[in-house]
Structure formats: C-alpha cells, structure tokens
C-alpha cells in the first residue's frame, strides 16, 4: 500500500515510471523539479562582487556551476573552484523582510568552506551589484536557485 505512487526518473535512466513509497516520491519530485528548473540557472551563472574571508576588497567575478556539478567556479581576475562536498555552510542574505512576513529579496551569500588538505575553514561573501541592473535579476534567480540546491543537499545529508 505504501508505494502505490509511480513516477518517471529518466535521470536515472528508467524508461517506464518507478514504484516509489510517498516519502521517496516528494523528494524524487523536488529533485526533478530541481534538474528542470534550479541546474540550468546555476550551471548558467551570475555575476557578483566576492569579498574573500576577512578582507576588505571584493573583485567582480562570474559564478557558476561546473558542467560536471561538482564544483563552484568563479571567474575573475583570480580564478577559484570550490568543491561542492566541501562547502559546509550556505547563507542567503536577504532585503526587504517586514515583521508581518513581507517580501524579501536575495541580495547575496555567504558560503564557508573547507580548504582541501587542511582542516582550515574559508569564508566568502557574494554580494549582488546595485549598479548592474540588467544582472540584478540573474543574480536574485541564481541565488534562489541556491538556495533550493543547499536545501536538497543538506536533506539528502541527513537521510
């Protein structure tokens, strides 16, 4: 009784819809909703400003997902790949939050890190341009987008 739902997974390359108890149905479902939607917005990237630990200076850089989804890439003058399984803490900053729950507006992240071979934790802050206002709704889309990823990677962590 508990896996009467039947739902497509081509990703994973069933041609015929699986039997999937509820429970594993939401989360194929978020999931596929993801792949749909989230991953392109991602892999197509946004630019920002990223301020690098404790700094002061932030350097204008595209970032992006790898084509492999293994890594946040972000391109500047410097150049920097982060391995996602690395990445431990994700937080959107947001504007525009009213007490009555009005709407609010991703505005950046902060993303910390593990740096491979030590144990030291780096910490960026991704900030969206107010002066780029054709980017401005990228970056808020590509932020959302990151959001919903963080959100399916830390469920599927605590599975």
Aim: overall charge neutral; some cysteine; proline content about 3%.
């Amino acid at each position: 009784k508990c896996c009467s739902k039947k739902v497509p997974l081509p990703r994973m390359c069933f041609v015929d819809p699986v039997r999937q108890c509820a429970e594993c149905a939401l989360v194929s479902q978020k999931e596929t909703e993801f792949y749909d939607k989230q991953l392109k917005v991602l892999m197509n990237g946004a630019t920002f400003f990223v301020t690098l630990g404790t700094s002061d200076k932030s350097e204008l850089m595209v970032c992006r997902l790898s084509n492999n989804q293994r890594y946040l890439v972000l391109d500047g003058d410097s150049h920097y790949e982060i391995e996602i399984v690395q990445i431990s803490t994700v937080q959107i900053l947001t504007e525009g939050f009213t007490p009555g729950g009005g709407n609010t507006r991703a505005i950046g992240m902060i993303l910390q890190y593990k740096v491979p071979g030590s144990e030291e934790v780096t910490q960026m802050k991704f900030t969206a341009g107010e002066d780029f206002s054709c980017n401005k709704k990228l970056s808020a889309a590509w932020l959302a987008a990151m959001h919903k990823a963080t959100k399916l990677l830390y469920e599927s962590r605590d599975q």
